[in-house]
Structures are given as C-alpha cells and as structure tokens.
C-alpha cells in the first residue's frame, strides 16, 4: 500500500509540476524506498543523518553515482513539498550535497555506422518502410524514443521539412528534419502505413501490426533488432542515435545553443556534455594547420 504522504507528493507532481509521467515513476521509486528505508519511523521527523545514511545504503546496494544523485534530487523534491504543505519546518536535505557525477561521454556512432543502420531494414511490404522511416526520424530529429512513439500525422509538416515534438513536461518544439528523412517518412505514408491503419487506428504516426501506435518498448526492440543486423557490436538504442545526432551536428560546425533547442533541454548544462565534440575538432584543426602541431 502506498504510503499517504507519497501519493500526495505524487499527485502534487503530476497536478502543479507538469513533469513526465517517466520522472513521475522515478521519484515514486526513490521517495519510496527511503521511506522504506526509514521503517516504523515517520518521514516527516527525519533528519539530514538518515537521508545521508539511505544514500550510503543505496551505494551499498551497487547503484551508480547517478542513480544515489537523482535519488538525492527526489528526496529534496519530497521534503520542499512537506514544506510547502507546513508539514515540516524545514527541508532536511538543505545541506547535503549533491554526489558528484563523473560525466561519461554519451555512446555515439560514427556516420558510417549511421549509414549502416538506416539500411539496415531491407525487403518488401509496410513493415520495413516503417521501420525505415522510423530510424531516419531518430537520427533526422534527435528525438528521444517517448518522442518518436508519441508523433502523429499531424505533427509532420513535410512540405516545410519539419516536424512538432513533444517532450519532458508536455513541452514542445519544431525539429527540422532532412531530406533522407522526409523521403523514408513520404514513402512510409504512401505505401507503408495505409495498409497497417485499421478503422479504429489512433493519428500516431507509427503502427503496428494491428494498426495500434507503436510503444516506447517495441520501439526500443526494433532499435536493438536492427542494430545487430547491422553488425553493430555497441550497445546501441534509440538514445544512441540522439547522441551521435548531437554529436554529429557539432563536428559539422553547429552551435551549442541550437544543439539545445533542437534536442529540447531546459538546462544548456544539459547540452554541455557535448562539447567534447567542439574539442577533438579544435584540437584537430590545431594539429593540421599550426606549424608546431
């Protein structure tokens, strides 16, 4: 059974904060866990002691930086609630900090690989053309794979080469998409998706076989099944395409802040994990043109 104090923090979330039902889910296991974690104790008593000694349990328990730090950010999102309701006086996590997180650089593909994954679905009929389309949306627009699931005929905008994505937050933005992409997606719509559309099939752009949209799972799978078609031996997934998608835009001279744009984060922090892109290139140019490089 839920605890009280979770489902309304939960319910705040969702009413007043606007955020995805994804991060939703993720505060709910975090928040729940440490106040399994507190016992018979209640959390509104807790002190910034048990919340250091959850977060050592957590590292106990194998989980990576990343995953003790958002835990962290929930647990600090649930104790300004209690505030904000006069439920507690004050926050307890305000003075912890949040663990550093060593900054890995996103897994991307080269453009070759690229190339050897978009022709990767290969033979007749809706499914691979589907499949086609879907692929070159991944890499044209830098969409994560919620986007991708949730985009409708409507969305698209072909005649204008762009395309309305919905992100975190219910926020949107307009994506342009290129030439290989709108040719693979007109393809797909004259002769791919009529023939999976039944009388009762949604305005989402990809379907499955019985006409339904196309989940963020089986999505996921298809990514994965085409990789390994590919040849590929990285661990490849629809995030991976947004990777090299920023990654690429970057080597070929983009700015960072409409990297940000296009990819959709609130934070040019965010975007900042790209700019090791900016350096190779720098450094590249450096060695091939100084006369001492």
Not at 39 to 58: H, I, K, Q, W
Not at 123 to 143: C, I, Q
Request: proline letters at 4%; one cysteine or more; hydrophobic letters at 40%.
């Amino acid at each position: 059974m839920q605890h009280p104090l979770l489902k309304n923090f939960l319910e705040y979330l969702a009413a007043e904060c606007g955020v995805s039902a994804n991060t939703i889910a993720a505060y709910r296991r975090d928040v729940g866990r440490f106040i399994d974690f507190l016992g018979s104790a209640d959390a509104r008593s807790a002190r910034a002691e048990d919340v250091e000694e959850f977060l050592t349990a957590e590292k106990r328990r194998g989980l990576e930086v990343s995953s003790i730090a958002r835990a962290l950010v929930a647990v600090r999102m649930f104790y300004r609630f209690l505030a904000s309701e006069g439920l507690v006086g004050e926050a307890v996590t305000a003075t912890l900090e949040t663990p550093k997180v060593w900054k890995r650089l996103p897994d991307c593909l080269e453009p070759g690989e690229v190339d050897k994954l978009l022709a990767a679905p290969k033979g007749p009929g809706p499914l691979v053309l589907r499949d086609r389309a879907m692929l070159e949306t991944f890499y044209a627009s830098g969409a994560r794979v919620a986007e991708v699931a949730g985009v409708r005929v409507s969305d698209l905008k072909l005649d204008l080469s762009l395309v309305l994505l919905f992100g975190k937050g219910s926020r949107e933005r307009v994506v342009p998409l290129g030439r290989s992409a709108i040719h693979a997606i007109e393809r797909y719509l004259w002769d791919g998706r009529g023939r999976l559309a039944g009388p009762g099939s949604p305005d989402a752009l990809f379907l499955g076989v019985r006409g339904a949209a196309l989940s963020r799972v089986h999505i996921w799978r298809l990514v994965k099944k085409y990789a390994k078609l590919a040849g590929m031996r990285k661990n490849v997934h629809p995030h991976t395409l947004r990777h090299s998608f920023a990654t690429h835009l970057l080597a070929g001279g983009a700015d960072l802040r409409t990297v940000q744009e296009m990819l959709g984060h609130a934070s040019i922090q965010t975007t900042q994990v790209y700019t090791h892109v900016d350096r190779n290139r720098l450094k590249s140019i450096h060695h091939r043109y100084h006369p001492r490089g």
